[in-house]
């Protein structure tokens, strides 16, 4: 089983976003950081969430067995990959749930940021060296 968390970082003045990483798989953790398009917050979590899965697909040998544990504080992303349905952000939830068809089971889960703060210090370092 892998659990994966994700979080965004958006500076709202310049609107830079980075994204914060973190998979977690048999008592190891990988922690990745990375820029993402300019854009608002929400569309930026979206983004975190297909970095992720990019992210962990590479990562996982056998995609099609695997169980992921997905965890977001957006509840925004959360509630639309549960529902498969955003009214502005279709596309980035298709494109999400795409993602997640290449896994054995996906599970999406809403956490409060501070249990997000892996991912969330993630984007913030990444944030910090765009600028």
């Known amino acids: 089983m892998y659990s994966l968390y994700t979080d965004a970082a958006t ?3 310049t609107l830079k976003s980075a994204a914060g990483i973190l998979i977690l798989h048999d ?4 922690q990745l ?3 993402l398009p300019d854009g608002d ?3 930026s979590e979206f983004k ?3 970095a992720g899965f990019e992210a962990l697909q590479q990562r996982v040998n056998a995609p099609g067995e695997a169980t992921v544990l997905y965890y977001t504080d957006s509840q925004l992303v959360a509630d639309s990959l549960n529902k498969q349905y955003a009214k502005h952000y279709q ?5 999400i749930l795409a993602l997640q068809q290449q ?5 999406t889960n809403w956490v409060p940021e501070k249990q997000n703060m892996g991912a969330h210090t993630l984007s913030l370092q ?4 765009l600028h």
């Open 91 to 95: 596309e980035l939830v298709d494109n």
């Open 48 to 50: 975190a969430a297909i």
């Open 33 to 35: 950081k990375e820029p």
């Open 27 to 30: 008592g190891h953790q990988t």
């Open 11 to 13: 500076d709202s003045t």
């Open 41 to 43: 917050n929400h569309h």
């Open 126 to 129: 990444a944030l910090h060296q």
């Open 103 to 107: 896994f054995g089971l996906v599970v």
